[in-house]
């Protein structure tokens, strides 16, 4: 199993392009969770879903959208990057239905916005 | 979700047992409380969870008074691999059709020195 992976590592983008981060699992975990982190801070939650068809926004999720056309895939999308979006973006997982909080990261995208 | 506030770093040497307090004077009956882990340029990792009194798995130890007010994870004879940051959260399971969301805050530097 690879787990949880994130695509692509690294990105810089220009302020205002577009951009989308895939995250994919090979668990069937119905929970999905996009976060991100930034320098000396620890992850916030951009948006989620528990369960395929379904997404709900979490602490920071102005200027972010995502999809779950499929259960093993999380989209994260950025319609117009802004140097704020600077930061590290780390995808996870979770099984449903069980009485563990444990959580499955991705190995992280490292996005630059000048 | 429950505040909580560990230590901002913390320093032992090589082969100590290291031991991390958490507070969260505002936890809920239903909530756990899990301990992550996560290295330079990776995602968090799980390392333990529990609800009440002690929890011991093959990496460490997870201590719970009576009140549950607080929480201490146990690090047996630590080594230079271990230098990581330590991150404590509290929150309640939800079922598929609720939210399940997690705070991780700054979380606690640990630097194992030689």
């Known amino acids: 199993n690879a787990g949880v992976t994130q695509t692509p590592k690294f990105r810089v983008l220009k302020t205002g392009q577009s951009m989308t981060l895939l995250c994919a699992q090979d668990m069937n975990h119905e929970y999905m969770y996009w976060y991100r982190q930034d320098p000396g801070m620890g992850l916030r939650l951009i948006h989620y879903s528990v369960g395929e068809g379904t997404t709900a926004k979490g602490e920071v999720p102005d200027g972010y959208n995502v999809s779950r056309l499929k259960k093993q895939n999380f989209l994260l999308g950025l319609e117009s990057a802004a140097p704020s979006q600077t930061s590290v973006y780390f995808c996870?997982?979770?099984?449903?239905?069980?009485?563990?909080?444990?959580?499955?990261f991705g190995p992280g995208t490292r996005l630059t916005v000048t | 979700l429950a505040k909580t506030t560990q230590p901002i770093s913390m320093d032992s040497y090589e082969g100590q047992e290291v031991n991390i307090t958490c507070s969260h004077n505002?936890?809920?009956?239903?909530?756990?409380i899990t301990w992550y882990q996560q290295f330079p340029s990776q995602g968090p990792r799980f390392i333990i969870q529990?609800?009440?009194t002690k929890v011991t798995n093959e990496v460490a130890s997870l201590f719970i008074p009576a009140d549950r007010k607080s929480s201490t994870l146990s690090l047996p004879r630590v080594s230079l691999s271990d230098t990581a940051v330590y991150y404590c959260?509290?929150?309640?399971?939800?079922?598929?059709?609720?939210?399940?969301?997690?705070?991780f805050g700054p979380g606690t530097s640990l630097s194992v020195i030689p």
């Open positions: 529990g609800y009440k």
């Open positions: 505002n936890i809920a009956t239903n909530d756990y």
């Open positions: 996870a997982s979770r099984l449903a239905g069980s009485m563990s909080y444990e959580q499955y």
């Open positions: 959260l509290v929150g309640t399971l939800h079922g598929k059709t609720s939210y399940d969301k997690v705070i």
